[in-house]
């Protein structure tokens, strides 16, 4: 039987640096959302839609993002006491945080010319 302290140290760091790198990004995906809001065009000479598309886009990307920092820790202490690498599910978290991107730029897009 081998010592896995190593190992595991490693990917408890590797997973507590991640997940850090996930809380900026999550920051940023909000800071979008935020920030279509400037970029949407007032619609003087195209039919818009509904401005609410803005406020849908804001509340997913703060509910996504709340929900996926809240979910993978519990998911990386769960491999972590199972003794099973714990890191590849934090880099699955900040995909799914970058993938969020798109979708509040879809959801955002339907309350005109963005």
Excluded: K
């Excluded at 896995?4 to 959302?33: K, M, N, Q, Y």
């Amino acid at each position: 039987m081998t010592d896995e302290r190593p190992r595991r140290v490693v990917d408890l760091t590797a997973s507590i640096v991640i997940w850090f790198c996930h809380v900026l990004l999550a920051v940023g995906v909000f800071g979008l959302s935020v920030l279509t809001t400037f970029g949407t065009d007032a619609c003087a000479y195209e039919a818009c839609g509904s401005p609410r598309w803005i406020d849908a886009a804001i509340w997913t990307a703060a509910v996504g993002s709340l929900v996926l920092l809240l979910a993978f820790p519990l998911v990386i202490n769960a491999r972590g006491r199972a003794r099973r690498l714990a890191f590849p599910f934090a880099l699955i978290g900040c995909v799914l945080e970058v993938a969020l991107v798109p979708v509040v730029f879809a959801i955002a897009s339907n309350a005109g010319p963005v």
